[in-house]
């Protein structure tokens, strides 16, 4: 891939701007929004791009070609290896970090837990930390309208949303000056080191040299010697993430062991209670190791805090541009609101089947979806057909890519999202009301295949977000609370979203390394 003539020679695609990281420093760049456009323009839906050391790699969002990605052909394209390892290293081997076998079985005992079924019988935890969110911020604003930074409590409550709903277990009160968790802390430090391409080779080149090297103890002294600050701030997260779920862990483990429960979620039905119960009938086969397990604890935690806080940010800021939509919204919520018996909260069925509050985060979704990348690595010769052919170098036209084993492809599911061809000329506009009238035909046609709303925010196949429907209770719970007590107005600060693994907002300004967003909250 780096010196042999290869079949995406003939493939158009931007120049290199260095041997070293061909374009991946423009590509992955925290303000890469231009570039990436201008990619998109110039070469269309499929692009030859160079990586690490002049290596040749494809990127696409053609909808064909994404279908063979992610879903036919999904054995061949797989996470790429420094992405497994570097997860294994981090979260152990939960599903974030396995391949093949081991990663169906794993599936296979998690989904029917993601299902809808369990979604409606959690629902009422999700309102009961929702209260807690909405007495916070009653309490900041009972003497008039304030500042709030938001990302910090979108953080807060997508962390114990998930801790609570999914291990059992709560690690904050949200109440109002509580600092947030060593937990939630870590991950912040990790996201960007994690998500970083480099990063990851830079790992990927390191790891198969030093993890073999003698014994565990021996690693930990030489890490710890090793005078490299961000080796050492890694090596902190890890553990923090580790201690944090193995003791969670063990502490269910006796509560099970004594026949009683952990006593917070509603009658056990969190996911990791679930999961160990489902383990202790499974087949020795089908069933998953202690580290497997815990693995999962910390993969959840991970994969479910900052993506849902990165999407509720944004909604909020949108509505707070948008003080139309937000009123409407809000008239949608509290009708719904007033037509249940005595007040209460709406069951499942009923706030996820809100039509406008459901276009709003649809039209979020796509326009500002959290994660904009995927890559996946071909682990063997195969050949991808593409829906939109390009004009090769020799100007020959072309329908189908040879991509030779070994050949890391990037997938633009932000540029799926946003692509004219499909979406229209206002592709980038954001307009909830495109979801209350039928999808134009040209998406229709395109049979993208996402998992949710045609859209690639959650990617497709047996590797798409398993959470997707999880995280759609999320939004919806603390809009229609959030929105029916309060208004939120922009406040002066000036954001800018920068992508680093997850999208995020900055203020400019400020800090740059700081998730922030303020917003101005006023009681209704
Ligand atoms: C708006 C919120 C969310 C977004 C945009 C999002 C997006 C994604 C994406 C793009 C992937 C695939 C990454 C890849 O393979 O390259 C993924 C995987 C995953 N997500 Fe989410 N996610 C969200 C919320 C959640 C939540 C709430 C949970 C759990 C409660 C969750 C759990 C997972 C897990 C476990 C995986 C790995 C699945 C596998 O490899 O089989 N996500 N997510």
Redesign the pocket.
Known sequence: HRVLPSSLDNIPGPASESFLTGVFSKLFDTDAWAYQKSLHRTYGNTIRIHGILGEKELYTYDPKAMHHIFVKDQSVFE?TDQFIQLNNLIFGPG??ATLGEQ?RK??KM?NPI?SIAHLRGMTPIFYKITHKLQDAFLKKVQNGPQEIEIVSWMTRT?LEL?CQS?LGHSFDTLEEDTAPHPYSIAVKTLVPKVANPMMRYATAFLLPLVSGIGSASFRRWAVNTFPWKNLHDVRDVVDILHSTSVNIFESKKEAMANGGGTGLSIEEKD?MSILMKANMTASTEESLSRDELIGQMS??MF??MD??S??LSRLLQLLSLHQDVQDKLRKEINDAFEAEPERGDLPYDKIVSLPYLDAICRET?RLH???IM??RVARRDIVLPLMVPIKGLDGREISEVYVSKGTNVTIG?LASNTNPALWGADADEWKPERWLSPLPDEVIAAHLPGVYANLM???AG???????K??QL??KVVLALLIQAFRFSPSKAEIAWKIGGIVVPTVVGGDKNTPQLPIIVEKI
């Open positions: 996470e599903i974030l990663h794993q599936r998690l993601f997508a998930v999914g996911i993969s959840l994969a479910a993506t849902t990165s999407a979704l979806s959290p994660v995927a890559r599911l925010t959650f990617i047996s590797r798409a977000c398993i959470g997707f999880f995280s999320e939004m």
